[in-house]
């Protein structure tokens, strides 16, 4: 299996700030690697495909990058909304596997 | 928009088989050109998501060997429905259970609301 490290697993911010999540992959994953918001009690939100593809409806502040075994979540201009836990996900191999989340709090 | 919902018992006896369905509306689970993939996904209380495993439009499925076979996943496209079977089930498969979409972007695009299924005598 792909093993999705995340880093770090909790991240004090303040709103207006600009925050950096890392994903690292077990091997190669191209660039197939999406992003999740989860907030407490709620299914997981889609944000990023392919990397660092938007999804329709999120907003600009979130970005991705990354390729191969290192990926990235930037969340610019931090917003009270945005105090949440991140996941990252491959879809490159089977089976599926998720980063063990990032906890973004005040 | 397509929407998805989760149904079934909450609890379930260790040993036995959890049974839960996802009713999909929207648009259609055996729609060849959207090339959706229809999963289950699972995530214990306090702690992260685990791939349980996915049913295509053909009816083609995958599940997460870590599950050691215990999963059945089937669909009923009369009913615009998919369904998941975890049988032998410990106090381990107690998880809130979301029924999700894999769209033609790879990632879990639409999600239901979850169901927490508790294992326990």
């Known amino acids: 299996d792909v093993q999705m490290t995340q880093s770090p697993p909790i991240l004090s911010a303040s709103v207006g700030d600009r925050v950096t999540i890392t994903c690292r992959a077990s091997?190669?994953?191209?660039?197939?690697v999406a992003w999740y918001q989860q907030r407490p009690g709620k299914a997981p939100k889609f944000l990023i495909y392919?990397?660092?593809t938007l999804e329709s409806g999120v907003p600009s502040r979130f970005s991705g990058s990354g390729s191969g075994t290192e990926f990235t979540l930037t969340i610019s201009n931090l917003q009270p909304e945005d105090f949440a836990t991140y996941y990252c996900?491959?879809?490159?191999?089977?089976?599926?596997?998720f980063g063990q989340g990032t906890k973004v709090e005040i | 928009q397509v929407q998805l919902q989760e149904s079934g018992p909450g609890l379930v006896k260790p040993s036995e088989t959890l049974s839960l369905t996802c009713t999909v509306s929207?648009?259609?689970?055996?729609?060849?050109?959207?090339?959706?993939?229809w999963n289950w996904v699972r995530q214990p209380p306090g702690k992260g998501l685990e791939w349980i495993g996915s049913?295509?439009?053909?009816?083609?499925?995958k599940d997460n060997p870590s599950l050691k076979g215990r999963v059945t996943l089937s669909s009923d496209t009369s009913q615009n429905q998919f369904s998941l079977r975890l049988s032998s089930v410990t106090d381990a498969d107690t998880a809130v259970y979301y029924c999700?979409?894999?769209?033609?972007?790879?990632?879990?695009?639409?999600w239901g609301q979850g169901t927490l299924v508790t294992v326990s005598p």
């Open positions: 996900q491959q879809y490159n191999n089977y089976p599926r596997t």
């Open positions: 999700a979409r894999v769209s033609s972007n790879g990632g879990f695009d639409s």
């Open positions: 091997q190669s994953i191209a660039i197939w």
């Open positions: 929207g648009g259609s689970i055996s729609d060849s050109y959207s090339f959706s993939y």
């Open positions: 049913i295509s439009y053909s009816g083609n499925t």
């Open positions: 392919k990397a660092s």
